[in-house]
């Protein structure tokens, strides 16, 4: 069978520096996590295109053509839907098929207040765990996209907002707390693309990382802690103001 074009990236960049993996016994949640394994990468491109939006609410999701679109058998899609179904992606209902359930504004709403908390955690957990290095990308993070928001690259501010999250998850030097923020990132990344590209909210943005970063580096855990939780706030009432409804089709309840 003739594997897609669209999927052969995902499975070229997952051959680079790993080893052939041995067949036999393994475990579903380990293997759709790990982005290298096929199983992994049906679940991450199949779970990229739901929260992007290509396949709707309700929508339902049949192995066979999933399978014939990536080039692999039905197992690993099999695999990665019940994967799906776990993170409340995707209902299975027994004996007649996959459907989208995807992510609403309600779920926004939801997954930015529990972001508030987590990320001032997050931000607490910096002041002491943080390394030289990844100080260093951070304010090198916030210079430039001074100089890109100043020059109007709207697309060059959403990449290094997206990097000094995940500068800022790092930094933090907990893997459960990192994962899990990493995955409510992913999941709003549809909104945020569309509402982070206006200069006002981007120029503000950067502002409030900015004061994260000096409140890290002083090692003030508190008032770190304040600022990150206050940043989700503020992104969440700017997505609120600028297309939630229209994103999501549904009135955000506010």
């Not at 109007?152 to 000094?164: K, P, S, T, W, Y």
């Amino acid at each position: 069978m003739k594997k897609s074009n669209r999927f052969d990236e995902y499975l070229l960049e997952g051959q680079k520096g790993k080893c052939e993996k041995k067949m036999g016994n393994y475990d579903i949640k380990h293997d759709v996590n790990d982005k290298y394994s096929l199983r992994g990468r049906v679940f991450q491109k199949l779970r990229e295109d739901i929260l992007s939006g290509k396949y709707k609410e309700h929508e339902e999701l049949k192995e066979v053509a999933i399978g014939e679109e990536l080039g692999v058998s039905r197992t690993p899609v099999r695999e990665a839907f019940r994967q799906l179904e776990l993170e409340g992606l995707l209902q299975i209902v027994p004996n007649k098929g996959a459907y989208v359930t995807g992510i609403t504004a309600k779920d926004v709403k939801d997954i930015y207040m529990i972001r508030s908390l987590l990320e001032g955690l997050c931000a607490r957990l910096a002041t002491q765990k943080i390394t030289k290095e990844q100080m260093e990308e951070m304010e090198e993070n916030i210079y430039l996209a001074e100089f890109h928001e100043e020059k109007g690259h709207l697309d060059q501010m959403a990449e290094l907002d997206n990097r000094f999250h995940d500068i800022l998850y790092e930094a933090c030097d907990s893997k459960m707390l990192e994962h899990t923020l990493k995955d409510f990132h992913q999941y709003v990344l549809r909104v945020r693309q569309r509402t982070l590209a206006t200069n006002t909210r981007g120029r503000a943005s950067n502002d409030e990382h900015r004061q994260i970063m000096e409140a890290i580096k002083e090692k003030d855990a508190d008032r770190a802690e304040k600022l990150a939780n206050q940043h989700m706030i503020n992104a969440y009432d700017n997505m609120v103001k600028n297309g939630l409804k229209e994103i999501y089709g549904e009135e955000s309840d506010t």
